[in-house]
């Protein structure tokens, strides 16, 4: 195994074990809290992955400057603001995701997703 390939593309292999992580949690957990938080981090994955993306060693903040030298590497913006989006996007969802879960705690008493089934 080539080491010099993986210590290059150890932020994606992370990403990923990040991403396997929260989808084991949302996969195997009844609680409807740790299926949020396990939405979160699956998104938080998602966010290492572009931002891993986007970034380029020795790469320079894209702000071009008067008298720049015409050869400088710029690091991709875009990344960056899609993450930036995502993050308000995810707030927003699990504040809502949040609210929901506690009209339902309120209304039913649990927070468990069987316990609904059985409920009907």
């Not at 084991?24 to 998104?43: A, D, R």
């Amino acid at each position: 195994m080539n080491w010099d390939v993986l210590m290059i593309n150890y932020p994606y292999f992370i990403s990923v074990i990040i991403f396997i992580v929260g989808l084991l949690i949302v996969l195997t957990q009844p609680n409807l809290i740790k299926k949020v938080f396990g939405l979160n981090i699956i998104s938080n994955a998602t966010f290492l992955f572009f931002i891993s993306i986007g970034s380029i060693i020795g790469g320079e903040v894209p702000i071009v400057e008067v008298g720049a030298p015409a050869d400088i590497v710029y690091i991709n913006p875009l990344p960056s603001a899609l993450v930036l989006t995502g993050i308000v996007v995810g707030f927003s969802t699990t504040s809502f995701a949040m609210a929901l879960i506690a009209k339902l705690y309120s209304l039913y008493g649990t927070v468990y997703a069987p316990n609904f089934m059985k409920m009907r």
